[in-house]
């Protein structure tokens, strides 16, 4: 049974859910911790958080050659140690393909419900800060998967990307290939990072390196309920690698069950 698309009426319903949830949306921080954030000489970001006690992270990973089933994950961490408090997974069928700027209506239905479960389950594990794998403000209507999650759980949310569409309405600026060419040029060390900023001067996220020993950037940025200096320096404390723990090892649990029911199934 092939996915269903997604036409032009459809995406034009998804288009106005996307704004309603915006409305809702908080890019300052609402939060039950503390984040101090200091820049050093050589602008690397130093931070003092305080009372954040449990982190989480979330991913959805598909099967090979197949767009239509996945494994959505979901862990729970503690902070600063990084030890697993809680994890779940769930196997899941998608009707829709994916369509550039709505990833939220492919992955948040599934992502939301192991969330739902949680707090249901596990109440005293429920997250102070979720870190998604998939971009919040840095979104051409400022509203990727970090916010929508974050906005439907009322949970404060970060984006953490590997790359990101074009904001085309900025120009040139705001292109995977300018971004690059500049972290590459600017971001010597870890710590350091720069605000993605279009021509019209709005700010869409971060572009920052993780460590001295990854070079490559990731791209940080509000999802709901923080400021993007707080999200770049707890996801900045999260790093053991170059993507955030929490978003790493949901990544790991959701490809391990591919990997073990691909073995199964020979």
């Known amino acids: 049974m092939s996915l269903e698309p997604a036409d032009d009426t459809l995406l034009e319903a998804w288009k106005s859910e996307q704004l309603c949830l915006k409305a809702r949306h908080i890019e300052q921080d609402q939060v039950d911790f503390?984040?101090?954030?200091?820049?050093?000489?050589?602008?690397?970001?130093?931070?003092?958080?305080?009372?954040?006690?449990?982190?989480?992270?979330?991913?959805?990973?598909?099967?090979?050659?197949?767009?239509?089933?996945?494994?959505?994950?979901?862990?729970?961490l503690s902070f600063p140690d990084m030890a697993v408090l809680y994890q779940d997974f769930t196997r899941v069928e998608?009707?829709?393909?994916?369509?550039?700027?709505?990833?939220?209506?492919?992955?948040?239905?599934?992502?939301?419900?192991?969330?739902?479960?949680?707090?249901?389950?596990?109440?005293?594990?429920?997250?102070?800060?979720?870190?998604?794998d998939g971009n919040g403000t840095l979104h051409p209507r400022r509203f990727g998967l970090a916010c929508h999650l974050g906005v439907l759980a009322d949970l404060p949310t970060i984006g953490i990307g590997k790359n990101f569409l074009q904001i085309r309405d900025e120009g040139d600026q705001l292109t995977m290939e300018t971004v690059k060419r500049t972290a590459r040029a600017s971001l010597q060390r870890g710590g350091q990072w720069f605000a993605l900023t279009g021509?019209?001067?709005?700010?869409?996220?971060?572009?920052?390196?993780?460590?001295?020993?990854?070079?490559?950037?990731?791209?940080?940025?509000?999802?709901?309920?923080?400021?993007?200096?707080?999200?770049v320096a707890v996801a900045l404390r999260c790093c053991r690698y170059r993507v955030p723990e929490p978003v790493r090892q949901a990544d790991q649990l959701s490809r391990a069950y591919i990997r073990q029911t691909r073995v199964a199934a020979k």
Do not use: M
Not at 39 to 64: N, P
Not at 106 to 126: G, Y
Not at 201 to 219: C, E, H, K, M, W
């Open 34 to 76: 503390s984040v101090l954030v200091d820049a050093t000489a050589d602008g690397a970001a130093q931070a003092d958080i305080c009372g954040l006690e449990r982190v989480a992270g979330v991913d959805l990973s598909f099967y090979e050659d197949d767009d239509r089933h996945a494994v959505a994950a979901l862990v729970v």
């Open 94 to 132: 998608l009707h829709h393909p994916y369509k550039a700027g709505f990833l939220a209506f492919r992955e948040a239905p599934p992502l939301l419900s192991l969330l739902q479960k949680l707090k249901i389950q596990a109440p005293e594990l429920w997250p102070q800060i979720l870190l998604v």
């Open 199 to 231: 021509s019209s001067g709005a700010v869409y996220g971060a572009a920052v390196r993780s460590l001295d020993s990854t070079q490559n950037p990731i791209f940080v940025s509000t999802g709901h309920r923080i400021a993007l200096a707080s999200a």
